[in-house]
């Protein structure tokens, strides 16, 4: 069984461009929630999505935003990236009803903004 | 203060010692707690989860908990090279509404041989 898939691996961006970062849930996964790894900082939550609707945001700015597909596939935008939105951007999917302790991760994005 | 406190390390033991990773949180709504193991250029996997007070063991793994403390344990026994990793804590409240994961900022492990 396939697991949580992103794409790209590694993204470079110059300051002030948009970033898109893609996530494929696991099979019969309908939530699907996004974490930002910045150097030294541990994960934070971004947002979290279940059946199309956004259930929840993190304390980030309106910058980052993102939706979910019918597929229940994933993206997160981010608009006028800054330097410090470099981090590891991680997606997890979990089962329709599930707990966070069934929620598995992808391999994470690499942002590196320039 | 963050809502939990993770020692980032670096810990460096050799092979077949007992590692002690720690964690603290300041919230009592936090009722779950995790730990997970991320290898350098991976995803974080899950190692455990417990609910309650006490020790939980899955193998060499033994997760501790003391809620009145408000302090969390992962020990790991006879520790391997392939234990090398950072070990994030993580916890979130018994609430379904939020499903957000607060995690420490990870304490990386290096197992010598």
């Not at chain 1, 150097?39 to 304390?59: A, V």
């Amino acid at each position: 069984e396939a697991g949580v898939t992103q794409s790209p691996t590694h993204l470079i961006k110059t300051r002030g461009q948009q970033a898109t970062l893609r996530c494929s849930p696991i099979s019969g996964h309908t939530s699907v929630y996004w974490y930002q790894q910045a150097l030294g900082l541990g994960l934070q939550f971004l947002l979290w999505y279940d059946e199309g609707e956004e259930r929840n945001r993190g304390n980030f700015p309106p910058r980052f935003s993102g939706r979910q597909f019918p597929n229940y596939s994933s993206e997160l935008n981010v608009n006028a990236l800054e330097l410090e939105d470099s981090a590891l951007y991680l997606c997890a999917s979990s089962p329709p009803g599930g707990a966070n302790t069934e929620a598995f991760f992808g391999q994470g994005t690499r942002l590196t903004v320039v | 203060q963050k809502e939990v406190e993770q020692d980032p390390g670096p810990l460096s033991v050799p092979e077949g010692a007992i590692v002690s990773l720690n964690c603290t949180y300041s919230n009592s709504a936090f009722q779950y707690f995790m730990w997970y193991r991320q290898y350098s250029r991976k995803g974080p996997e899950l190692l455990m989860y417990t609910y309650s007070s006490g020790n939980k063991e899955d193998g060499r793994f033994t997760a501790q908990v003391d809620k009145s403390s408000k302090y969390i344990s992962l020990f790991i026994r006879d520790s391997q090279p392939s234990d090398s990793a950072t070990y994030l804590c993580a916890t979130f409240p018994f609430s379904g509404s939020a499903r957000q994961l607060t995690f420490g900022s990870g304490t990386q492990l290096t197992v010598l041989p």
